[in-house]
């Protein structure tokens, strides 16, 4: 039936419109196999807690060591998560950028703090603000995925 | 890129449609989660495959898999630069076909609205 549908297509104007209810259906499907791993939003929240914490260990080179360790950690949790759904996405649309954007903010303001906290010798309370980005960016990121995963499903 | 869309006879066939379809809303998608979405066979799904990368509408590439403990690898598979603009003139074409029938307007796979659906 499928073959006959979309066969005859090309001159029936009913029948192009189901050939395009199909493709909407396969476009939910696979959205459906978009659904990230339970790890990954709390994956990219404990590297930015370990960002966010960088302050409360001594040297600058504890600082460089923390951001490249979050950069490749970033790296191998995206490639994880590509290779456990089959879907390869790199590109954002305004709301992911945005949420984004909120992300890299906040995890900024958080460091400040943390900082600010080691400047005044109080390196014990920087796991509340590591606490605090840990929490911000498994947020940020479920609303990532969940908005790319929504744009998956309706594109044409 | 015409106003009216450029109908494709290779893309046209069902199942090619469909591929197209579904490749054209990521960068690349894993051969088994088309197939699986598709409900087709490996055979089958390599057939249609075969004609879309010999037209150069497609392209795959293979990388180890390290969550096998065997050889076997991941096919990624991608429409090329040629496919993505064929496929979306030929949903163009479909859709003047379609004419007064109903059909919604979705998004760009970049979030654009766009009425080409």
């Known amino acids: ?156 | 890129m015409s106003a009216d869309g450029v109908f494709n006879e290779i893309i046209h066939s069902p199942l090619r449609l469909r591929i197209c379809g579904l490749l054209r809303s990521v960068d690349e998608l894993d051969f088994a989660l088309v197939r699986d979405t598709l409900g087709v066979s490996d055979a089958t799904l390599s057939k249609h495959l075969k004609a879309l990368i010999t037209a150069g509408l497609a392209s795959s590439t293979k990388t180890a898999s390290a969550s096998r403990a065997d050889s076997r690898r991941i096919t990624w598979l991608r429409l090329t630069k040629s496919g993505r603009s064929a496929f979306d003139e030929h949903l163009r074409a479909l859709q003047n076909i379609a004419g007064g029938y109903d059909i919604p307007p979705t998004r760009s796979p970049h979030g654009a609205v766009t009425s080409e659906h």
């Open chain 1, 1 to 156: 039936m499928e073959n006959n549908m979309a066969s005859d297509a090309s001159g029936n104007p009913r029948l192009v419109s189901q050939v395009f209810d199909e493709l909407q259906s396969d476009r939910e499907r696979l959205a459906e196999h978009f659904r990230a791993p339970k790890w990954l939003a709390p994956g990219f929240g404990l590297i930015a807690a370990a960002y966010v914490s960088a302050p409360a260990f001594p040297g600058r080179q504890a600082d460089d060591f923390v951001l490249i360790v979050a950069l490749v950690a970033c790296a191998l949790l995206v490639s994880n998560y590509r290779r456990a759904t089959g879907i390869k996405i790199s590109r954002f649309g305004a709301r992911e950028w945005a949420v984004f954007a909120a992300s890299v903010l906040g995890s900024w303001g958080l460091l400040s703090v943390s900082l600010g906290l080691a400047a005044f010798g109080l390196q014990g309370w920087i796991v509340a603000p590591a606490f605090a980005a840990f929490a911000l960016m498994t947020w940020l990121a479920s609303l990532i995925l969940s908005s790319m995963r929504e744009r998956l499903r309706h594109v044409s």
